[in-house]
């Protein structure tokens, strides 16, 4: 299992809308670094409403202990990252980019 520390650079939201409806929920956009690299990354607050102590409470130039491997931290959750946010709960990221 490989946890390290991920610093939060930035973040932005968007909200998601599909053909069946204008709006459907919201997302979380952050910027991740970790050593040299930079990780983009989506918190989607849908999955958050599906997960018991899910959150995506993270805030910017806080460090925050992350994990790819996400078995011990909820069964059947399925993201790329797992971080334990500011306020305890686990936030479910789905990496798009690494730089």
Avoid: P, W
Avoid at 38 to 67: F, P
Avoid at 69 to 95: H, P, Q, R, T
Wanted: proline letters at 0%.
């Amino acid at each position: 299992m490989d946890k390290e520390g991920h610093e939060v650079l930035g973040y932005g939201s968007a909200q998601i809308g599909y053909a069946s409806s204008a709006y459907d929920h919201d997302e979380i956009h952050f910027v991740l670094k970790r050593g040299n690299q930079k990780i983009r990354a989506v918190c989607d607050l849908s999955t958050v409403s599906n997960q018991a102590h899910a959150g995506c409470g993270m805030r910017v130039l806080q460090e925050y202990e992350c994990t790819q491997n996400g078995k011990e931290v909820s069964a059947g959750a399925l993201a790329d990252l797992f971080c334990k946010d500011g306020n305890g709960n686990i936030a479910y990221l789905y990496v798009s980019k690494e730089e």
